[in-house]
């Protein structure tokens, strides 16, 4: 090969000298290049590949803590309305399908929990969990609701639901358990509309009636279930009844059934949740009403998040990934953060060790817990509050 050329003052035409050393050194030199960019080459695919390819392993990372009062909206009642300044903050955890690279970079961040298919969804269906937890958001709002206008005096009645599948206690579902039994004919999500136990199919408009048409069976007998699935197809089941473990005269499906209720009000709620599905925003969804419908300030300058779930009696509930939810928090800015006393020691203890100063961490047991915890943090008393 060439490696310089002279070009004479006096000649017209240039020179090519070739040096035999610098040849060896060239041919060397082009022996490594060649597998050093193919290795450069593999791992620039390796690297691309790691971006795009799932590998059905899904995270609980720190999702966001968002104002309630702008996806909050009333009417069409007779009630006044006082938009807060300040308002109260709900909380999320992401929870998205992880490419290979997400994984690792994961794997490595101390508040990002990297977690198997099954770990997650238990059956491993993220379709069919993603719409349970989409029920259970929107039942959230239901009872928040509910509870906010009772807390005020208003008129607020629950309107029974459906028959759906939540889910199978582990009790009357063991691994052996038989073909037959409920765990393994039924699916999460699974509506019931009818039951028929040797005397013709009864409808099940509401979930009360499963009860109703359990009571002329006993455990052992047979039924068959027509239910409708979760993408609206509809099939027949046959489920061998059992005795339930705290009462033995009282026969159960064996499952165990979704809140489906809804909730009739003086007024029209709508809060826009988007895709966010699960129930812990129910807590901090009841303030928001709370502090919507009643003048002042609920919750202080400073920002409060709330989460846990609410149920009719005002009682508050635990939630999942409390440590992700207070590391969202405090990117947030809020300086509080209400989460349940449910959640027990190890777990708040969890929290404040993750956020260290930068948010207080108060747990509350119940509404009226929650409610006193924002007077004292210098929001102001609602006029019906102690």
Known sequence: MATRVEIS????QPQTVVGHGSASLSLRSQALAIPAFTIACLIVVAVLGATVWPIQRFETAPGAADLVAPRLSIGDGEVEVYP???????????????????????????????????????????TQNRQVQLGAMSTAKEIAAYVAASYLGLDATFNEGLAQVSGFDESVCPTDAPDTRACRVLKVGDVIESIDIGDGPRTIDV???????????????SATLAVKALDGTSRQVVVTLLASPDDPERTLIGFSARDTRTVT????????????????AGLSFTLALIDQL????????????????????????????????????????????LVPTAQGEADIADARAA???????????????????LAELGGEPTSTSS
């Open 9 to 12: 003052v006096s000649d017209t």
């Open 84 to 126: 807060p300044e300040n308002g109260v903050r709900f909380v999320t955890a992401l929870g998205n399908e992880l490419t290979a690279l997400q994984s690792f970079m994961g794997w490595v961040d101390p508040y990002v929990d990297v977690l198997t298919c099954e770990e997650r969804f238990g059956d491993c269906n993220p």
């Open 207 to 221: 979930l009360s009636r499963v009860s109703e048409v359990l009571s002329d069976a006993s455990p052992g007998d």
């Open 265 to 280: 009000l003086p007024f029209t709620v709508d809060i826009d949740t988007d895709r966010i599905g699960g129930p812990s």
């Open 294 to 337: 009643t003048p002042g300030e609920l919750v202080p300058a400073a920002g409060v998040a709330v989460t846990g779930t609410i149920a009719e009696d005002g009682s508050v509930g635990p939630i999942g990934a409390l440590v992700q939810k207070s590391i969202a928090v405090k990117r947030s800015g809020a300086r509080y953060f």
């Open 355 to 373: 956020v260290g100063d930068a948010v207080e961490i108060i747990p509350v047991a119940s509404l009226s817990e929650a409610l006193a915890a």
